[in-house]
C-alpha cells in the first residue's frame, strides 16, 4: 500500500489595513475572495519528555537543569505573538482552537488557563468554539484532566498509539498498556468530546494485534478515533535505522479489517485516517482539510492567511529559545509568503481529497478565488484513472483514489 500525504496540523479574508495599496492584479494574484474562510487558532507547546524515534513533528525533550519547561517565559511569548498577529484577523471569530505539541500536557492546568483567558481577551471566540488539547497518558493525572477542563478545554485528544506493553516499547513511548487504559478512561470521564489516537503497521505487529487494538478502543467509546499507519519519516532514528515492518500486504489487510471494524460499530470514517461517531468530527481538523484559515502560534508553528487580493502562508522560529527571544520582540514570523496562483489547486485538492466524501466544487471558487475550470485537465484525467468522481456539485475521491491518494494529488501537480 502507497504511503498518504500527511497534513500536520501544526498550521482569510481579513480586515484589510487603513492604509493599504490598491489589490495586486499580476499574473500570480488571487481574486474573487468575497468571503472569510472559517478562522481556527493553533497553540504548538514543542516541549516532551522523550523524543519518539518515528515522531517528526517540531518537538524538543525538556532537559532544563531544574527539570522544569519554562512555562511563565514561554506564555508571555505566545500572548506577545497573538496580540502582534491579531490586527491580520481582526474582528473574525475563532470556531476553534487546538494545543498540539510535543506534549501539551507537560503544561500545568494554570499555564493553559492562562493561555486561553488571554486568547478570549484578544481575539472573539465562538459561543460553541471547539477547544482541544493533546495529552500523553504518561503526562497526566485526575487534578490535570480537570483543571484543563475548567481552563475552558472541551476536547480531549489522546496519544495512545497502542495498548499492547510490547508495540509501546518498541515506539518509545513512556506509558505502557496499563496507563493507556487508565488515562483513556479518566479523560472519557472527565471530557464529553474525546479522541484516541492509535497506529497500526507497528515493528513486527501482527494483523491479529492490531485488530486488537482497535478492539480495545472502540471497547471505550471515545466519540472519535484517529488511526495512523506508522510511516518512516525523514531525519527520524527510524528513518536512519528502519525497524521491521510488516510487509505492504499486511499493513493493507490492516487498514482494511480496521475500517470494516470501526463501521461496524458506528464510526464514520470522514477522512483519511479518522473516524467518529455522528456528529462529532473534529471541526479544527475539518478545517484544515476544507482550505479554511488557521493562526499558528508557538515555536515552528505555521499559519494560513487569506486576504482579498491573497493567500499567504507564516511561519515561525522552530527552536523554542529562538523563538521566545523573537515573539518577545514582536518578531515572532520567521517567515512569509504568498501561495501562487499556479500552486492553489494542488493546495486546495491536498486538503480536501484527504476527505473521504469530498467537498462541494463550489468550495473551490470560495477558498481559493480561482474558478474549477482551471483545474480541468487534472480532473479529467483523475476521472479517467478511475480516481476522482467530479461533477457540477461535488469533488470525491472514488474508494481507489482513497487509496492511492499520493497518485491522485500528483495530477494536481502538473
Not at 484577523?89 to 507537560?106: A, E, Q
Not at 471566540?125 to 495529552?135: Q, R, V
Not at 515493528?203 to 478492539?215: I, M, S, Y
Request: charged share 20%; net charge negative; aromatic share 8%.
Amino acid at each position: 500500500m502507497k504511503k498518504i500525504i500527511e497534513i500536520k496540523p501544526a498550521a482569510g479574508f481579513t480586515q484589510a489595513p487603513v492604509n493599504t495599496v490598491a489589490p495586486l492584479t499580476g499574473a500570480n494574484t488571487v481574486s474573487g475572495l468575497t468571503n472569510p474562510p472559517p478562522l481556527s487558532l493553533y497553540i504548538h507547546i514543542p516541549w516532551c519528555v522523550r523524543k519518539c524515534p518515528y515522531c517528526d513533528f517540531n518537538s524538543h525533550e525538556s532537559r532544563f537543569k531544574n527539570g522544569e519547561i519554562p512555562e511563565a517565559a514561554y506564555i508571555d511569548a505566545l500572548i506577545a505573538d497573538l496580540g502582534a498577529a491579531t490586527p491580520k484577523v481582526w474582528g473574525r471569530k475563532i470556531r476553534s482552537i487546538f494545543f498540539g505539541g510535543g506534549t501539551p500536557s507537560l503544561f500545568s492546568p494554570e499555564a493553559i488557563d492562562r493561555i486561553l483567558s488571554n486568547v478570549r481577551a484578544l481575539t472573539p471566540l465562538e459561543y460553541d468554539a471547539e477547544i482541544t488539547l493533546e495529552a500523553n497518558p504518561g503526562t497526566v493525572d485526575s487534578a490535570h484532566f480537570s483543571g484543563y477542563r475548567q481552563a475552558g478545554v472541551n476536547r480531549l485528544s489522546l496519544g495512545i498509539q497502542s495498548f499492547n506493553a510490547d508495540y509501546l516499547k518498541a515506539l518509545g513511548r513512556i506509558h505502557d498498556d496499563r496507563q493507556a487504559i487508565a488515562a483513556a478512561e479518566l479523560a472519557l470521564e472527565t471530557f464529553e468530546r474525546v479522541n484516541l489516537d492509535v497506529m497500526y503497521a507497528l515493528p513486527r505487529q501482527t494483523l491479529e494485534h492490531a485488530l486488537k487494538d482497535a478492539k480495545q478502543a472502540i471497547a471505550l467509546g471515545p466519540d472519535h478515533l484517529s488511526f495512523y499507519h506508522l510511516t518512516l519519516e525523514p531525519n527520524t532514528p527510524f528513518h536512519r535505522t528502519p525497524p521491521s515492518l510488516p510487509d505492504d500486504d499486511t499493513s493493507s489487510d490492516m487498514q482494511v479489517e480496521i475500517e470494516h471494524l470501526l463501521a461496524a460499530h458506528d464510526y464514520e470514517h470522514y477522512e483519511t485516517s479518522a473516524f467518529a461517531k455522528k456528529g462529532m468530527q473534529a471541526r479544527h481538523n475539518l478545517n484544515y482539510w476544507q482550505f479554511g484559515d488557521y493562526l499558528g502560534i508557538g515555536a515552528g508553528a505555521h499559519s494560513k492567511l487569506s486576504y482579498h487580493d491573497k493567500i499567504t502562508r507564516e511561519s515561525r522560529p522552530k527552536h523554542p529559545k529562538a523563538y521566545m527571544e523573537q515573539a518577545i520582540l514582536g518578531n515572532a514570523i520567521e517567515r512569509v509568503w504568498d501561495i501562487e496562483r499556479d500552486e492553489l489547486g494542488f493546495e486546495f485538492m491536498m486538503n480536501a481529497l484527504r476527505l473521504i466524501e469530498g467537498v462541494p466544487a463550489s468550495l473551490f471558487r470560495q477558498r481559493t478565488g480561482l474558478s474549477l475550470h482551471t483545474l480541468d485537465n487534472a480532473i479529467r484525467t483523475a476521472r479517467n484513472k478511475g480516481l476522482l468522481t467530479a461533477d457540477q456539485d461535488r469533488l470525491q475521491p472514488t474508494l481507489l483514489g482513497q487509496r492511492f491518494l499520493n497518485e491522485l494529488l500528483e495530477l494536481f501537480l502538473e
